[in-house]
């Protein structure tokens, strides 16, 4: 599952999908503004969602440093006491 959803986070993939998207809407005679105005609004939904996941992942590590180093500290004071 997580294979799965790693390769459908993929930039590359996304691109190549609207690129066909776009492309069979210009075949089938779609009105141009109307491709802009949807390609404009994926990218834009696009973006938003993936500064947020990638922030949300750069938090989870910071938290995770944070929380390894308070527990390194902790572990270091009990064995300061114990000498």
Known sequence: MRELL???S???LWAAVAGIVTG???V???DE?????VV??????????????????????SV???????RDAADALKN????
């Open 40 to 61: 404009g609004a994926v990218v834009a939904i696009a973006s938003v969602t993936t500064y947020i996941v990638t922030e949300g992942r750069v938090d989870a590590e």
């Open 80 to 83: 300061a006491d114990r000498a």
């Open 24 to 26: 069979l809407a210009m």
């Open 33 to 37: 503004n109307v491709i802009s105005t």
């Open 10 to 12: 993929s930039r590359k």
């Open 6 to 8: 790693r390769k459908l």
């Open 64 to 70: 995770k440093r944070a929380a390894d180093a308070a």
């Open 28 to 30: 089938f005679g779609l």
